[in-house]
């Protein structure tokens, strides 16, 4: 079982129409492929919108943990609110309250309560999904505004597929990553066999580039470069081209403006189910063979 990674610099490239493109794919033809999709990207997961699937079952997702203080033992000695490197405690009128969107959970303040009048308890940061799609099954989840632990939970999510791939005898596990190159993208990319990244040519795409790059080079990830809307920037897909030369990393694909692509989403399609014959289609089928002949 292998796993593949979809990759982007930044938000936007179209990392997800390529994914779930690549769910179509895999699985229609004469040799299909059985693949577990995940969409990693936690903090906007989108892949459902796409593939419309039966929620089958939700899971609370325990992220970190917040400080309470237990009003009757407390002495009220403000302590804590000195301790506090995070401004998350206050006072009114004597009574000590934290705010749990500010509280860092770093526990200092339970460790300097005199009166023992602090704990920390865990909060429901958000939740894990495990739905049923047109083309196989899928793990995706929402983080709640303002929680942190991302990468925790994309771990939970790639994990939770990989177990389904490993007792179902699938073939792949397709991760939609989320963009950018932090925790939550080394998350998603770590242990992944190949990374297909989705880049755009523009300016900021070819930045993006470079710094994923540098970031999938760092944890040893085979990569391939695929250029979304190639033609409306020709000068940037050359750049593009002349980056992936110079490093030695295939690009696989350029895929035209089409906004085909766009339509498909809105009629919760991947383009390349929604009209095979499109430009777009035609090229991220053929850049559907490359990886899968790559992951055979
Ligand atoms: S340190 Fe403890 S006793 Fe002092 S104000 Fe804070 S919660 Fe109350
Ligand atoms: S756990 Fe840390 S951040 Fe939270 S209230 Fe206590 S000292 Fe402040």
């Known amino acids: 079982m292998k796993q593949l990674v979809i990759l982007s610099g930044k938000g936007g490239t179209g990392k997800t129409s390529l994914a779930a493109a690549f769910a179509h794919l895999a699985q229609d033809g004469s040799a299909p492929i059985r693949a577990v999709l995940a969409d990693a990207d936690v903090d906007a997961a989108n892949l459902a919108l796409v593939l419309h699937p039966e929620r089958l079952e939700t899971h609370d997702f325990t992220g970190g943990s917040v400080a309470v203080i237990d009003a009757p033992r407390c002495q009220g000695c403000g302590i804590c609110e000195q301790v506090c490197r995070f401004d998350a405690i206050d006072s009114d009128a004597g009574v000590y309250v934290v705010d749990p969107i500010a509280c860092d959970g770093c526990a200092a303040c339970v460790y300097q309560c005199p009166e023992d009048a602090i704990h920390m308890q865990p909060q429901t940061a958000g939740r894990w999904y495990r739905s049923e799609s047109r083309y196989g099954p899928l793990f995706h989840a929402d983080l709640f505004p303002a929680q942190e632990n991302s990468g925790k939970l994309v771990t939970l ?22 963009p950018g190159i932090g925790c939550p993208v080394i998350a998603a990319a770590a242990g992944a066999d190949l990374a297909v990244i989705v880049t755009e040519p523009t300016v900021a795409g070819v930045h993006d580039l470079r710094r994923i790059l540098q970031t999938t080079a760092h944890f040893r990830i085979p990569a391939l470069v695929v250029v979304n809307k190639a033609d409306i920037y020709p000068q940037g897909a050359a750049e593009i081209e002349a980056i992936c030369a110079e490093q030695g990393i ?47």
Not at 167 to 174: A, E, G, L, R
Not at 251 to 278: C, S
């Open 250 to 296: 295939g690009l696989i694909g350029q895929i035209p403006f089409d906004p085909t692509v766009t339509e498909a989403m809105l009629n919760g399609e991947p383009v390349t189910a929604y009209r095979a014959e499109a430009p777009s289609s035609q090229a991220l089928a053929a850049i559907w063979q490359n990886v899968a002949a790559r992951l055979a």
């Open 157 to 178: 999510v790639k994990q939770n597929a990989r177990l389904l791939a490993l007792d179902t005898d699938s073939q792949v596990v397709i991760v939609d990553g989320p």
